[in-house]
């Protein structure tokens, strides 16, 4: 029912025009999308219910998010309601989830991870932005890249070195986006959806801002960084899917020397694949979901393997569709475009298919 709902709601609410004029505009998203999510309880489905949510278990989520890659929704749902809401979660601090959780299911809130920096894209390693303690708070010094959902989020949690002493360590810190000295450049990716480089010149945060520190930041920030791994590949099957179906119903209409493109045996042969890979992407996802509560490092290479597999059959699919649609593939008119964008984009999120498998290996 789930699934049947968030479908039906795509394909009346969300079509391919109407998501080319969401990308035409300034912000690139919806807000009143936003708003029916909240309402729908998407939002919440992994907040607990005594902070308004569903509680729901990541199979609700990937069934969500599947539908929403087929539809290429652009809003932030993994920056603020999968990544973000996990963090905050996990973190410990009672008194932060307990002000904040409600918000994101409300979908009053929207947060963005401030996690990656120009030159330290080794996420197991302390970020180079710097929060030097001072009378009742932090001071936060540093430049962070690629914050996902960071041109909509009024809220960001952002990674930093606490420098006390001799002494370092992990904190991670809830800004709010109007903080003084917190200078946003917001930006596109290649497949539309919206992000951001932060520079944080001087930004004085309270002591309660500290959201979690030490091993218990490292902790929650791997977890969570594992759920949006894994929420990332649910997008991506759904554009596997979404690819598959656009180019059957191209093959099907498409006549060339006389009859249907479809008819011919090198064009089934592709479409075979094109369904097989759709396949084999359900199945390893259904797998790293079945790890997500095992240990970290069972559960890293679970869901770095699922990244590996999706990643590259998200590849092998979206060529496909891009070649048997012709010149047509390339235009911006025709939606296999923006699947093959959108699938390199879910690639590249939170470390590619290079950076898992040396992981792994």
Known sequence: MLRETVARYMREQYGFEARRKLLAGDTAWSASHWKQYAQFGWLGLIVPEEFGGLACSFMELALVLEQMGTAMALEPIIASAVLSTRLIDVSG?????????????????????AHDEPANHDQAAL?????????????????????????????????ARIVDGEAERLGLFVLDATCPGLVLEPYRLVDGRGAADLRLDDVDVPAAALLAEGVAAASALDEALDWARLAAMSEALGAIVGCLDATSAYVKTRVQFGQKIGKFQAVQHLMAE?????????????????????????????IDATKVVIGEAGRRVAAIGVQL?????MTEEYRISHHFRQLFVLEKLFGDSRVCLERMS
């Not at 009742?136 to 009024?154: E, P, S």
């Not at 396949?279 to 890293?300: C, K, M, N, T, Y």
């Open 274 to 302: 094109m369904f097989v890979d759709s396949q084999e992407s359900r199945s390893i996802l259904f797998q790293g979901i079945v790890h997500l509560d095992d240990d970290a490092v069972a559960r890293r290479r679970a």
């Open 93 to 113: 601090n009672q008194a932060l989830r307990a002000h904040w959780l409600p918000q994101l299911a409300a979908g009053v809130a929207i947060f963005a991870l």
């Open 325 to 329: 649609h012709g010149g047509y593939g």
């Open 127 to 159: 970020p180079q932005t710097q929060a030097l303690p001072e009378a009742g708070g932090f001071r936060l010094r540093g430049h962070k890249t690629m914050v996902l959902g960071g041109c909509a989020a009024d809220h960001y949690i952002v990674a």
